[in-house]
């Protein structure tokens, strides 16, 4: 089976949205953080189901999260998962 990789830059995405997002709404906040999570995993048994970057190994999932939902972006290596970062759809983008 698969295993699942977070690298820490990815983990610190995660921390950054829920110290965001828990001065407002701290149940808000941990809802998104689960629902990011919960996505991630979806991917050990459908790891093609994000889009294919051109030229490029990595994938995006978008998981849709309020209004306007955030993004998963990773790599497939070998057995593994493995998640780089995450980012929220509109304002993070590049």
């Known amino acids: 089976m698969p295993r699942l990789i977070w690298l820490p830059a990815a983990r610190d995405d995660i ?3 829920r110290r965001f997002i828990e001065p407002d709404n ?3 906040a ?3 953080a689960a629902r990011l999570k919960k ?3 979806l991917l050990l048994t459908h790891p093609g ?3 294919r970057l051109e030229g490029r190994q990595d994938r995006e999932l978008f ?3 309020g209004k306007h939902g955030y993004i998963i972006r990773y ?3 070998g057995e593994a998962v493995v998640i780089l970062r995450v980012r929220h759809a509109v304002k993070d983008k590049p």
């Open 26 to 28: 701290p149940e808000a």
């Open 39 to 41: 996505a991630a995993n």
């Open 63 to 65: 998981v849709p999260l």
């Open 75 to 77: 790599r497939l290596d």
């Open 49 to 51: 189901v994000g889009k």
């Open 30 to 32: 941990g809802r998104a």
């Open 15 to 17: 921390a950054r949205f």
